[in-house]
């Protein structure tokens, strides 16, 4: 039995920030920002949070999938930028939605997150423990943003997408084959700096909470391991770039995308984009830019997608999915 993707929804916040506004705030410009990243503007949540964006798009994924919050029975959220340390966003979507019957818990893997809920939420539906999960990509990147370093507060933005997930109807259809990764050893690339202890026996203050990033050391990880982790998804499903209507990838910048679709061999016009009114948004990139592209009416049913995630861990993850 298989997994499928039966509904998606998504929700950004309603403050929009081009790159002129940036331009008034601090020393960069439209043309530096989208010409380097394919960036024009971003969302950045003023009133919004991640568990209330979580729950938009939740009840959005619901709709489309015909599916009641009652008959869900696992909550994930992959998030780096949850809202409380506990309860978890799951948590508080759970209560949000009234999915009462649910089991809910965040999962941490940075940009790369959603693919991992995908796979959890795979397993626990394949070993018959889970029937109905909602998966969710959420971010509220924006407070975690050190917007004195110009370098890294132009490229994010906040938002969320979601999807449910259930048993598929037959084996030509849900998740034909998955892969995922790690490289903690090269973690401090792409970091989120900083959990201080101030307790009676140590005092640590160890700089600033905000994400730091060596830019073109997250670029040479992307280039060559996104390519090779969608060659192996594809070759353990038997198929080929062409078989594959749509690459729907993280959205960090559009010469890494520029950089896969070489590589692959693949034209640019089967990769959607959404960096260029979103920014990168972490966990959010892809379930937000899969939302899209079926909102769209982009899919038919036996279409096949790849998805694929990178970023802080270093984590990656793919996978091929027919509609
Ligand atoms: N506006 C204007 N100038 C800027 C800005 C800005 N916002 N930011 C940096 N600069 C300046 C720097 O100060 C530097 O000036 P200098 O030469 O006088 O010292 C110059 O631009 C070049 O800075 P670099 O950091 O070397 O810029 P680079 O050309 O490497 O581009 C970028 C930065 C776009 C992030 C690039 O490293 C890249 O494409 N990285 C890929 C990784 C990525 O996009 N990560 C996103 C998040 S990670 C993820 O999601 C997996």
Redesign the pocket.
Known sequence: MKTRIAGTGHFLPKNVVTNDD?SKI????DE??SS??GIRERRLATEETTASMSAEAAKLALADAGVSAQDIDLIIVATVSADHMTPSTACEVQAAIGADHAVAFDVNA??SGFLFALQIADMYIKQGVYKNALIIGAETLSKIMDWND???????GDGAGAAVVCPAQDDNQGLASITLGSDGAKGMV?AGINRSNNNPYVKTDIGPHYIH?D??E??K??VTTVPASIEKVLDEAGLTSEDIKYFVL?Q??I??LQSVSKRLKVSMDKFPISLDHCG?M?AA?VPVLLDEVNRKGMLEKGDKIVLAG???GLTWGACVVEW
């Open positions: 940036l601090m020393d960069t410009s530096w920002i380097r990243t940075a940009c110009r370098s890294t507060c132009v490229l994010f792409l990033m830019g073109q997250v670029y990880f992307a993280h960090a910048n010469r890494i990168n972490s990139s990178f970023g802080g």
